[in-house]
């Protein structure tokens, strides 16, 4: 069981540079998520794909923010222009085919992001 | 925003005690999640209840819904030092055929050896 691969672990960037973080999901889950969690707080929804549809982009995501599934596959999380308010824990998750109003999430391991 | 509300905050017992944690939440729900973090990683789904059933097992745990409280409990019985962890609750709502899961902050558990 490979799981939910996230890369890098770790990024330390300075304001103003662009990021990008990469999520490998679980080989036969369509659907994948994005969460950002800050230190000491529950996971925030940010946004989720079906496939290579976007479905849902939450209103944390600024314009600053897009993420990606091009191939129905990975998926990337951009941040454009980084602030110190972005740094954050960001997490992917990635949920079964088969029953999925009724699914557990699978998460990776998260990128921790410090913007200096 | 946040829907779940999660009762501690943080708790810190004995090993082989009982922990409770609870769970609040303000909308209908398809189903409610429990989920365990330890530091610095990602979340480990631990059980689903349906929005139909009141209580489920899962070796130590026993997780209760109450749909008309709107509010569900946690129970690890005879807790372990490697329980130590975070634990969140997570409610399921269903937009667009998917379900999008709202998480509180969470409770943070410490087991004293």
């Known amino acids: 069981d490979t799981g939910v691969s996230q890369d890098p672990r770790h990024k330390i960037t300075k304001r103003g540079q662009n990021v990008t973080f990469r999520c490998d999901p679980i080989?036969?889950?369509?659907?994948l998520y994005w969460y950002r969690q800050t230190l000491g707080q529950g996971p925030e929804f940010l946004t989720y794909?079906?496939?290579?549809?976007?479905?849902?982009k939450s209103r944390l995501l600024s314009d600053r923010f897009s993420a990606e599934r091009p191939k129905g596959s990975f998926s990337t999380l951009e941040i454009q222009r980084t602030e110190q308010g972005d740094s954050a824990m960001y997490l992917c998750?990635?949920?079964?085919?088969?029953?999925?109003?009724?699914?557990?999430?699978?998460f990776g391991n998260g990128t921790r992001l410090t913007v200096t | 925003s946040q829907q779940g509300e999660e009762d501690p905050q943080a708790l810190s017992i004995q090993e082989g005690e009982n922990a409770t944690m609870n769970c609040s939440y303000k909308?209908?729900?398809?189903?409610l999640q429990w989920y365990r973090q330890n530091s610095g990683r990602g979340l480990v789904h631990l059980i689903l209840?349906?929005?139909?059933?009141r209580e489920k097992h899962s070796g130590r745990l026993r997780v209760t819904l109450d749909t008309s409280k709107k509010s569900s409990s946690l129970l690890i019985t005879a807790s372990r030092a490697a329980d130590t962890a975070s634990y969140f609750c997570?409610?399921?709502?269903?937009?667009?055929?998917?379900?999008?899961?709202?998480f509180g902050q969470g409770t943070r558990l410490t087991i004293n050896p």
């Open positions: 998750a990635s949920s079964l085919v088969w029953d999925s109003l009724n699914s557990p999430l699978h």
């Open positions: 080989s036969e889950h369509n659907r």
């Open positions: 794909f079906q496939n290579e549809a976007q479905l849902e």
């Open positions: 909308t209908s729900i398809n189903n």
């Open positions: 209840i349906r929005s139909n059933e």
């Open positions: 997570a409610t399921a709502i269903i937009i667009q055929g998917a379900q999008k899961l709202v």
